[in-house]
């Protein structure tokens, strides 16, 4: 039997439910929606199928965000709902799937991807680096204080979602790996016209929303999201404080903070939480345009050496490619005769320019005036991939 893979069409859109219902059985169908209809960067190109014959049977979603890196912005390709109808699996549709949504993100300016897999060797096989995420673990202090009252704490509200977005912006303005959004955005992804996102409150100073907080509570409480107006970031502590009491007063005392390590939240959760554990997260990245991805940084790299005045260059080799660059203390530039050379993977570029990690925790010998060059160029910062943002 004839055996195609292409792009969906418009009228096939319940039917890839239909493949996806059957591949994800746990997962409710009205889940998969949101992927045509509650994205705005949504487009058929961005949906592969593989049919037998004239029968759906496999299917994978691209889903394009664009993501800052400081002042620069990077497009990033997430790779979801990778699944085939249980009857026909084990034929390589997944994989070449896949393969074709390489094909596609080439094609249409992605930078780098990402995806989130328990079977890690599938995704290695076609270029896919596990790039390891810091989450804090910790339990909730035995006495908590009582809440101030310069702040009123809240649940969010559907009205909330214009002065929502104005926060995030504002408080993530400069922080990389997070996404740029729009209230159409967080209106259709989060299905806020249907129903307003649970397990979110809000911090209002003289009736202004000043900070938001989201965080779940199950078997533990879980911190996925925080914001807070630059000017308001004593909000922090009263917005935390108060999902710590509800999860106390609800029997629960362990927390997972999906947080990055800025001093503000570090401060807040120090005076609210104990017995801290780091562990890590392992996301799948892949560069996807390597050169492409090299010039949209130069002005935020342009940018940091003229900071310092930082001169030096560097010649990063990757399994994708290589690409020089040179400082000259107010400007980086592209140079391929840069030396020396630097072998990275995948991971550990993405980890560089997303600053979660440091020049320091590269193994391989680097003389130290290039390490640190590096750590001008790449400098470790608090980056975060919200969990709202999630695919």
Request: glycine share 8%; proline share 6%.
């Amino acid at each position: 039997m004839e055996v195609t893979f292409r792009a969906i069409r418009l009228n096939e859109l319940e039917t890839c439910l239909d493949v996806w219902d059957a591949a994800f059985d746990e997962t409710p169908r009205d889940y998969f929606r949101k992927y045509f209809t509650g994205d705005p960067w949504f487009q058929p190109e961005y949906t592969r199928c593989a049919f037998e014959g004239n029968r759906m049977v496999s299917a994978l979603q691209i889903v394009r965000r664009e993501v800052r890196v400081g002042q620069a912005t990077l497009t990033l390709g997430g790779i979801a709902n990778v699944g085939t109808i249980p009857a026909y699996r084990s034929k390589g549709y997944s994989t070449q799937l896949l393969r074709d949504a390489i094909t596609v993100m080439e094609n249409e300016g992605f930078d780098f991807s990402m995806l989130f897999t328990g079977i890690y060797g599938f995704y290695a096989r076609l270029g896919w680096e596990q790039l390891p995420v810091p989450t804090l673990s910790a339990e909730i202090e035995t006495e908590l204080p009582a809440p101030e009252g310069v702040y009123r704490v809240r649940p969010l509200a559907d009205a909330d979602l214009d002065a929502l977005c104005a926060c995030y912006e504002q408080c993530n303005a400069g922080r990389s790996f997070t996404v740029i959004r729009s209230p159409a955005y967080l209106r259709g992804w989060l299905g806020w016209d249907e129903h307003t996102p649970d397990d979110a409150f809000v911090a209002e100073a003289a009736g202004k929303l000043v900070g938001y907080v989201v965080a779940p509570i199950g078997e533990r409480l879980s911190v996925i999201e925080v914001g807070w107006l630059p000017a308001y970031s004593e909000c922090v502590f009263a917005l935390i404080l108060h999902v710590a009491r509800l999860a106390k007063q609800r029997g629960v005392t362990q927390a997972r903070l999906h947080i990055p390590r800025d001093p503000v939240l570090m401060g807040v959760v120090r005076n609210l939480f104990h017995h801290f554990t780091w562990y890590e997260t392992t996301p799948m990245v892949r560069v996807i345009r390597l050169q492409p991805l090299m010039n949209k940084l130069l002005p935020e790299l342009s940018r940091r050496v003229q900071m310092v005045e930082a001169k030096g260059a560097v010649r990063l080799s990757l399994p994708s490619g290589t690409t020089g660059l040179r400082a000259n203390g107010g400007e980086v530039t592209r140079d391929a005769s840069a030396l020396p050379k630097v072998v990275l993977t995948q991971a550990q570029f993405l980890g560089l320019v997303l600053g979660l990690i440091g020049a320091e925790e590269l193994s391989e010998p680097i003389p130290a005036q290039t390490r640190a060059l590096l750590n001008v160029l790449f400098p470790r910062q608090p980056a975060i991939y919200w969990a709202w943002d999630g695919f």
